[in-house]
């Protein structure tokens, strides 16, 4: 290697973007396109999942192209592939697995599946492509993924080593959102409309119900998007009161109001049981990722309160908080530094869990021999077997 930086080339596809990116070293990025399917999905209301199948393969051969040609690199310069291999849409992940596979197998580079949620959390690292170097977030660390399928909070004495300190025991932050969204009669995504529709609200009082669950770090959401139903139907009920329009909406000035207060109930739990977990474990740094880390309100209120406890925190800007390729690549060279490798077996693992559902849970790097390996292999198997794991062949190998 010519004294340069070693050169990942990754590809997510698990949900409804599709994204490349060349990231050299594991943080910067050289350039990176994501395709978004939101205008697709939109008709919807949610995604679907064969058209998001369809729209990655559609998408993702451009995409490469229009990465490789703004940072002027060729594959055979490339070093190695990573790949989102879950969690996801199985039929979204197997575009991206098989496409990677095969660039793989077709240029002899060296492979690597990643936890799309360890994507999440690794993008705190990235830095944009004329960005100055700053130094990567200190350990231990204290770090909130709020994606639209996961909620959780977990504590980082070190690279790849995570010890899980809570999670939703229903609905993700940004499902919530979603849900929230529809109910209010807002655009699809609901968190960045609702956010939107937030600004507008006059009257900053709307009090909907906080699930603190004791002194868990644990989040429930479940309660709060009911409470948001009742309050909805029950003022259309009421019928032409000042707030309903004729049709049976609420106004748009209730909306954004009603939108304001739920964004207010979810910001104040995600924040204060981030900045307490943070306060309990002595972290050094806070790290926030996943696309509900792109809420300005939750933003502001992690950054104001790390602030008070002069302790730095580390918020990708909005776009490499929602679905891009580029996290993928910082986390992908921490597991290839690892020594990680995927082979031709490498498939898409739909419920792939970040914190691994084995003894502690406390999880630090796979084993590499012994009797500690063959437990670990047989945990992923029987892990594996349970998330219904689907394979993905290679044309020329898979026959094999
Ligand atoms: O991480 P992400 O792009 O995809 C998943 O892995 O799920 O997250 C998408 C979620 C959606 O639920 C969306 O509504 C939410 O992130 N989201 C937001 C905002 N922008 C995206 N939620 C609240 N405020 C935002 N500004
Ligand atoms: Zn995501």
Not at 61 to 68: E, G, K, M, N
Not at 202 to 216: H, I, M
Request: charged share 20%; proline share 8%; aromatic share 6%.
């Amino acid at each position: 290697m010519s004294g340069r930086e070693p050169l990942l080339l990754a590809i997510e596809s698990s949900c409804d973007e599709t994204g490349v990116a060349l990231v050299a070293g594991g943080r910067r990025i050289l350039a990176q396109a994501v395709a978004s399917q939101i205008a697709l999905h939109a008709p919807a209301g949610g995604i679907v999942p064969e058209l998001a199948a369809r729209a990655h393969l559609r998408w993702i051969v451009p995409a490469l192209r229009d990465v490789l040609e703004s940072a002027g690199v060729t594959i055979p310069e490339v070093d190695g592939i990573a790949v989102t291999a879950g969690p996801g849409l199985a039929g979204s992940l197997l575009v991206g697995i098989a496409f990677a596979k095969t660039l793989a197998w077709a240029h002899q580079l060296p492979l690597v599946g990643v936890n799309h949620l360890e994507g999440h959390l690794y993008a705190a690292w990235l830095l944009d492509r004329d960005e100055p170097e700053r130094p990567a977030p200190p350990f231990p660390l204290v770090a909130l993924v709020v994606s639209g399928g996961h909620t959780f909070l977990v504590e980082m004495r070190d690279h790849l080593a995570y010890r899980l300190l809570g999670e939703t025991v229903d609905d993700a932050a940004g499902e919530a959102f979603d849900k929230a969204g529809r109910l209010l009669g807002l655009g699809y995504p609901g968190g960045p409309a609702i956010a939107v529709a937030a600004t507008g609200a006059r009257r900053r009082d709307a009090v909907l119900p906080r699930a603190w669950l004791g002194s868990s770090y644990d989040f429930s959401f479940s309660g709060l998007k009911t409470a948001l139903r009742r309050q909805v139907e029950a003022e259309l009920a009421a019928g032409a009161r000042p707030g309903t329009e004729a049709g049976g909406r609420l106004d748009p000035l209730r909306v954004a109001e009603l939108a304001w207060g739920f964004q207010e109930a979810v910001v104040d739990v995600l924040a204060t049981k981030t900045l307490r977990a943070a306060d309990e474990t002595a972290a050094r740094a806070l790290v926030l990722g996943g696309g509900v880390a792109s809420n300005v309100a939750l933003r502001g209120r992690i950054a104001g309160g790390a602030a008070a406890r002069g302790l730095p925190v580390f918020i990708p800007p909005p776009d490499l908080c929602t679905d891009n390729g580029a996290m993928i690549g910082a986390a992908g060279w921490q597991r290839f530094v690892a020594g990680e490798r995927a082979g031709s077996d490498l498939g898409a693992r739909p419920a792939w869990p970040l914190v691994r559902p084995f003894g502690t849970p406390d999880t630090r790097r796979p084993p590499r021999r012994g009797p500690a390996a063959r437990a670990y292999e047989a945990a992923l198997a029987a892990e594996r077997d349970a998330a219904g794991d689907v394979p993905v062949s290679v044309p020329g190998e898979g026959a094999r």
